[in-house]
């Protein structure tokens, strides 16, 4: 498998260079809940326009070969594709990619992926090991006929070299390993164009939990998905035979919301109908916009259990939450916008020091930075207008 490990970021907030904006990080393949998540914590919200920054393989080297900010869709197609590959074809797809003059385009890539089977990788550090693998394998005309008595008399690295030049294939290093790579096909397949482009694997829309619940006895399982009625939670409970809660356990738990994915698992046996009491919650929270919030409040005060997700489900409205501060001067800002009568893109902002002002005030809140945002709750002490020039630093 090559997971694809992106940096995707928005348009506006890496092109104004906040050295605060990381952006998100993201592995490919991914679901449409994971991918969403990133947008959230990268605050790409409404169409609003993002780029592809870099993109990572699995042995932590750039991917330059592929083209500059590749849409990220059929990012997610390619490496989809790529999943099941195993070690010798990821050293194949990365040498056919590094074997084109000019940086191949998305459709290229895919259609890469089926030819492989044309590449061949040569374990070989330099010429020598490579003429070597030539001469064993009788690769090489006229050698075979040679007096045995000459053999000793051959120069691999030269034959490597000779190789090399005639083939123009290429070296390429992978881990503490390195190859030759050559294609040894004069034709290339072009399976996918522009009209017939591979799918992404289908996935199951329309619910916030997809639970496999099975019978703890008879190992049978199903899947149930929430938001849904109780008598249908009930009927398809049934049909495994359980009657009773302590008869199943959760086996698997996706959700639309990560981070309780997880949880759900690791509780194993999580209240079913608490489960979906929650899940129209969330729905109800997704309508509003407010997810983001919501995983805010999660990751900086913690659902150690079921109730907990549930109480800050309820309370969503106490907490108070800043996505487009990324450290303290930002905070700071956004904090002075929101007590006083300031436009956003008031020149004076850069007359003043927001970091103290924002430290300062991170402290009094009791604020706390996520990967979302800052998030605090609501009516905590605000700062006075009489500690404001301190706070700020003063003037520039």
């Given amino acids: ?31 449409r809940h994971e991918i969403q998540d990133a947008m959230d914590c990268a605050r790409i919200t409404d169409g609003q326009p993002y780029k592809v920054i870099e993109c990572i393989d699995s042995n932590g080297d750039e991917m330059s070969y592929l083209p500059e900010n590749p849409p990220l869709d059929m990012l997610n197609i390619l490496a989809h594709k790529l999943k099941e590959s195993d070690d010798y074809e990821q050293i194949q797809f990365t040498a056919m990619c590094r074997m084109d003059k000019e940086p191949p385009s998305m459709l290229r890539l895919m259609n890469i992926t089926e ?92 619910y916030i939990f997809k639970l496999n619940i099975a019978n703890k006895a008879t ?32 086996v698997y738990a ?15 046996n999580a209240n079913i109908f608490e489960l979906n009491n929650l899940a129209h919650k969330i729905h ?9 919030k919501y995983k ?6 913690g659902a150690d259990s079921l109730a907990d997700a549930i109480t800050f489900a309820d309370n969503i409205g106490d907490y108070e939450y800043y996505p487009e501060a990324f450290c303290a001067e930002d905070y700071g800002w956004e904090i002075f916008l929101k007590n006083h009568n300031i436009a956003l893109d008031d020149p004076s902002r850069k007359h003043l020091r ?43």
């Fill in 296 to 301: 805010a409040i999660l990751e900086a005060y």
């Fill in 354 to 396: 927001f970091a103290n002002y924002g430290f300062t005030l991170i402290d009094e809140h009791n604020a706390v930075k996520t990967d979302y945002g800052f998030i605090r709750k609501s009516g905590e002490p605000q700062q006075g207008q009489s500690d404001i020039t301190q706070g700020m630093g003063g003037i520039r």
């Fill in 115 to 206: 030819n492989l089977q044309d590449c061949l990788c040569v374990p070989a550090d330099d010429y020598a090991e490579l003429g070597k693998f030539y001469i064993e394998n009788e690769l090489v005309e006229g050698i075979k006929d040679l007096p045995e008595k000459l053999f000793d008399c051959i120069d691999p690295a030269k034959i490597g070299m000779m190789k090399h030049k005639e083939e123009s294939g290429i070296f390429i290093q992978t881990g503490d390993l390195r190859y030759y790579i050559l294609n040894n096909s004069d034709e290339f397949r072009e399976v996918y164009n522009e009209i017939n482009m591979p799918a992404l694997p289908s996935e199951d829309a329309g």
């Fill in 254 to 268: 996706e959700c639309v919301v990560p981070c309780l994915s997880e949880k759900i698992y690791n509780s194993s």
């Fill in 219 to 250: 190992g049978e399982s199903t899947v149930i998905k929430l938001k849904t009625t109780l008598e249908d939670i009930t009927n398809q409970l049934k049909t495994i035979n359980i009657t009773d809660l302590s008869q199943y356990k959760v």
């Fill in 1 to 31: 498998m090559i997971p694809i490990n992106v940096t995707i970021a928005r348009t506006d907030l890496w092109e104004n260079k906040n050295i605060a904006y990381p952006g998100a990080s993201l592995l490919l393949p991914a679901t």
């Fill in 284 to 292: 109800d929270i997704m309508l509003y916009g407010e997810c983001p």
